[in-house]
């Protein structure tokens, strides 16, 4: 199941309640975002990536899913420890002694 920008402003601006809360460009806008494959809708894998529910990851094979694997990819290389310069003199200085 998926939905369309059709069907998203109809019911965001169709609803008294809530036709006011935002423009059809921010609608528009949104609903781009959320396409994370740009197929024109959105489903449901792209619908729980977006509102970042962590309850129901996305399936694999799915672009969310390939998304959440490479953040998770670029978050470890953050929080690997940094080698100080000392550090890193210290690893190549032995290094090279050792091939001499």
Request: glycine letters at 4%; hydrophobic letters at 35%; aromatic letters at 4%.
């Amino acid at each position: 199941m998926a939905l369309t920008l059709k069907e998203v402003k109809d019911a965001l601006m169709g609803n008294e309640e809530t036709k006011n809360l935002m423009t059809e460009e921010e609608i528009e806008a949104a609903f781009r975002e959320a396409d994370c494959d740009k197929d024109g809708v959105v489903d449901y894998d792209e619908f729980l990536f977006v509102m970042g529910s962590d309850k129901a990851p996305p399936r694999a094979g799915t672009l969310p899913y390939h998304i959440l694997q490479e953040s998770k990819k670029e978050l470890m290389k953050l929080k690997a420890p940094v080698e100080n310069e000392d550090e890193k003199t210290e690893k190549e200085e032995a290094k090279s002694s050792n091939t001499s």
